[in-house]
Structure formats: structure tokens, C-alpha cells
């Protein structure tokens, strides 16, 4: 797959170095969860019928997040993440356009008109909700009368789940809930965060259980405090383990911002300064604070034996 950034307006050499007939996914598509899988596999499909590139385009950084909005609280999918799962799904060109302020008030005229058809792109594929432009002025009918006979729209309609809409600020709350299960069921996959081992406490050996400080490499949206069965991809081995996300509170008070750290079961090595990528398999229980360090230590023994069991019946 080919990223190419772009940003407005678009110059004319640019167009021109990319400008071919192709199929093109229009979204932001934070989380490609299943109801973005579903839109983006009908723009590969037609493609691949037509015999013409399949493209995503999306923007970057976030526009909620650009324009400040209250509710924006982190990325599901991350743009390296985004970019590797795309990768996966049969995208061959993923245009990422810089999202800025002056882009943030362009009309769905000039959006058409200037990074859109200059690109050739036969067919946008969007989602029934799709709005783009100042304010979000335009929608799927008026990118299809802005394309003017020379781009086609395809609309995919709303991907249910037992009769409700699978969608990015549903798996957000789900995750900040607790519900890992059914955000996992709306992603299609398991959600994962992916951060550098760096030297933290090192408490966890004291008490015999070491663990990794995970350090985040981007703003993920953080799921609830508490315990985690994790499936851990480190270089090319994967490995199961159990993640504390939270402050510590049997050790700690007053802190707000959460740690991020994952017991591996047999595994020793030195890890510090490698990248992990962690999937969150199963929610286990919330954070507590602890009576005593004997406490604890019974308890994450506890949890270990849950993740294990819980990891070997996904396996």
C-alpha cells in the first residue's frame, strides 16, 4: 500500500503525479471498526471489479481535535495504526490529508472541485452519515451533484449489530465503561494500544510479578482502570500476559494520569526501549486499592490464573 499526504489546496503537480481513475473510500474512519470495514471493503470490491486502484482517504490529525471539540478524547487507530490495518484490507493508495484550520473552512464545492476530481477518482464510497465541508454542510447527495457526471458516489448504509449502529463514539464509551466485549465485538478485533518499554518503579519483581511500563506512542483513546487479559506482540514472537491500567492506588494518591503495565507469563529478557504492541483480549476486573502488599500479591496471582484461562480458550 502507498500513503501519500496531501494538503489543500492541492498543486497542480501533485494531481498530477497521482491522478488516475480509482475508487476511493472518504471518511475519517477513527477505529476501523466494522461499519468502516464494511464501506471500505465496497470500495476494494468495485475496484477490483473495475480494474482500478482502491483508495482510502482521511484526514490527519483528527479533525475534532483540530478544531477542539469537547467530546475528543484520543484515537482509536492511531495514523501507523490506521496505515497497517489498511494495509491488511486490500488498500493500494491511502491518502492522508493534513487537517488544518484553513481546510476546517472550506466548502464541499471547493473540497469536489480541488482534491477530489483533479485526482480522477471515478467513484467516492462513503458511509450514509458521511458529511464533509465547512461545518459539515455537505453530505452523500451533494458530493454526488458536486461530481457532476464525472465521479460516481456509492453510499453503504448503517452496519447494525442486534439492531444498533456500530460506530467510533459508541466503542469509545465502551471502553471507558469497561465493556471491552462489546467494543471488541464492534472493532471485528481486539483493541490494542502500542507504546515503548521504559524503566518505571520496578516494583513488580519486588513482589514477583515484573512487570513492562508501557509508555504510549500516541493519544489512544485510555480504556477503564483495571485488569486486562493481553495478547502481546513483541518483534515476531506473541506472547499472553495481564495489563494493569491505572494509578496504583494500593501505592500511590493523588495521582490522575494512568500507567500502563503488563505481566508476561514465562518470558524473561530485557525488553527496555522495544516497542509492544498489546491487545486488550478480555477486561478481568477495575483497579482497587489494597489493605496490604499481601493482599495485592494474592490477587494478581488471581487475575494471572483468570488471564491464562481466558487467553488459552481464545487461542
Known amino acids: 500500500m502507498r500513503t501519500i499526504t496531501l494538503s489543500y489546496p492541492m498543486p497542480p503537480e501533485t494531481a498530477a503525479e497521482w491522478a488516475q481513475p ?43 481535535d483540530v478544531m477542539g471539540k469537547g467530546d475528543y478524547d484520543g484515537y482509536l487507530t492511531p495514523a501507523k495504526d490506521k496505515q497497517e490495518i489498511l494495509a ?4 493500494d493508495i491511502l491518502y492522508i490529508i493534513e487537517f488544518n484550520e484553513q ?7 471547493d473540497f469536489v472541485s480541488v482534491m477530489l476530481l483533479p485526482l480522477q477518482i471515478s467513484t467516492a464510497v462513503v458511509g450514509f452519515d458521511f458529511h464533509f465541508g465547512y461545518l459539515g454542510a455537505g453530505d452523500p447527495d451533494r458530493l454526488r451533484e458536486l461530481g457532476n457526471g464525472r465521479m460516481g ?15 467510533s463514539s459508541g466503542i469509545r464509551k465502551s471502553l471507558q465503561n469497561g465493556d471491552l466485549t462489546l467494543a471488541n465485538t464492534w472493532f471485528g478485533r481486539c483493541y490494542h494500544l502500542r507504546g515503548t518499554v521504559v524503566h518505571g518503579e520496578k516494583r513488580g519483581r519486588t513482589i514477583g510479578f515484573p512487570t513492562a ?8 483513546v485510555v480504556p477503564a482502570k483495571g485488569v486486562y487479559a493481553v495478547r502481546v506482540f513483541y ?10 491500567v491505572g494509578v496504583k492506588p494500593t501505592f500511590h494518591e493523588g495521582v490522575t494520569a494512568p500507567s500502563f503495565e503488563v505481566h508476561l507469563f514465562d518470558f524473561s529478557g530485557d525488553i527496555y526501549g522495544q516497542e509492544l504492541k498489546v491487545e486488550l483480549v478480555s477486561f478481568i476486573r477495575p483497579e482497587r486499592k489494597f489493605d496490604s502488599i499481601h493482599a495485592l500479591i494474592a490477587q494478581i496471582g488471581e487475575d494471572a490464573n483468570t488471564a491464562k484461562s481466558l487467553l488459552s480458550a481464545e487461542s
Open 22 to 64: 480509482q475508487v476511493a473510500a472518504l471518511g475519517q474512519f477513527d477505529g476501523l471498526h466494522r461499519g468502516h470495514a464494511s464501506v471500505i471493503a465496497s470500495a476494494v470490491a468495485l475496484a477490483r471489479k473495475e480494474g482500478v486502484p482502491a483508495a482510502v482517504m482521511t484526514f490527519h490529525p483528527n479533525p475534532k
Open 235 to 244: 518483534k515476531d514472537e506473541v506472547l499472553h500476559g495481564v495489563m494493569n
Open 88 to 91: 491488511g484490507m486490500g488498500v
Open 153 to 167: 458516489v456509492l453510499t453503504a448504509p448503517p452496519f447494525l449489530i442486534e439492531g444498533q449502529k456500530v460506530s
Open 103 to 109: 481546510l476546517s473552512r472550506v466548502s464541499p464545492e
Open 213 to 220: 511500563n508501557v509508555q504510549l506512542e500516541d493519544r489512544y
